[in-house]
């Protein structure tokens, strides 16, 4: 890995959310996120470190060079962001937000 490389501090984080802030006595108590445990939220972090170590570190790059400039009264950001970024966060928000659950839904006895 060079120096220009991003890597996810998920130690730290780890670290803010269960030693600091204590995550699995207070937000994971609450009814809305009784499904998850401090296993659950493990995983969320070291995938959103994966994703953003191996597809927006790699678009930084592109868009160190490029650069972000105000234009307008508009920023204009790296095309390569908007072009292969931007697409892919907006069709997975938009799974997310459909509400389907079926993934869940399946036996533990499957895995």
Partial sequence: MSSTEYRANVRDMKFILHEMLNIG?????RESFKEFG???INMIL?????FAETVLGPASKEGDREGCRFDKGKVMSARFFVHNILPQVFSLADGILSGDRSALEIAEEAF
């Fill in 46 to 50: 070291s995938e959103a470190a994966k």
């Fill in 25 to 29: 006595e207070t937000v994971l108590k």
């Fill in 38 to 40: 401090v296993d659950d």
